[in-house]
Nanobody, 124 residues
Framework: QVQLVESGGGLVQAGGSLSLSCAAS????????MGWFRQAPGKAREFVGA????????AYADSVQGRFTISRDNAKNTVWLQMNSLKPEDTAVYYC?????????????????WGQGTQVTVSS
């Protein structure tokens, strides 16, 4: 089992950057593929990106490709989401999630553990 805690959200102007962190508890962090999702008011939770256990492979939603970057450090039990060139439509609560698989997963139902979320607001 793993517990996840996100941090780093806040208010930023369009075109700005934010870096989100997700700290994981437990010794098995390195065995989990990690994902980032977001949920805007009135909308379903959507995939942002994911990174495999070793960090060797990543996947991104088309809407963030080229602007967002996921990375991880298994020694620090942490995964990051670097967000650049932010747009007002990126405003949402951002969640990190973990799934016990070697594969990249894109749907919320495929993830076993979730953080509490952190708010990101991008003003125009």
């Amino acid at each position: 089992q793993v517990q996840l805690v996100e941090s780093g959200g806040g208010l930023v102007q369009a075109g700005g950057s934010l870096s989100l962190s997700c700290a994981a508890s437990g010794r098995t962090f390195r065995t989990y593929t990690m994902g980032w999702f977001r949920q805007a008011p009135g909308k379903a939770r959507e995939f942002v990106g994911a990174i495999t256990r070793t960090g060797g492979n990543t996947a991104y939603a088309d809407s963030v490709q080229g602007r967002f970057t996921i990375s991880r450090d298994n020694a620090k039990n942490t995964v990051w989401l670097q967000m650049n060139s932010l747009k007002p439509e990126d405003t949402a609560v951002y969640y990190c999630a973990a799934t016990d698989t070697i594969f990249l997963r894109r749907t919320p139902a495929e993830y076993d553990y979730w953080g509490q979320g952190t708010q990101v607001t991008v003003s125009s």
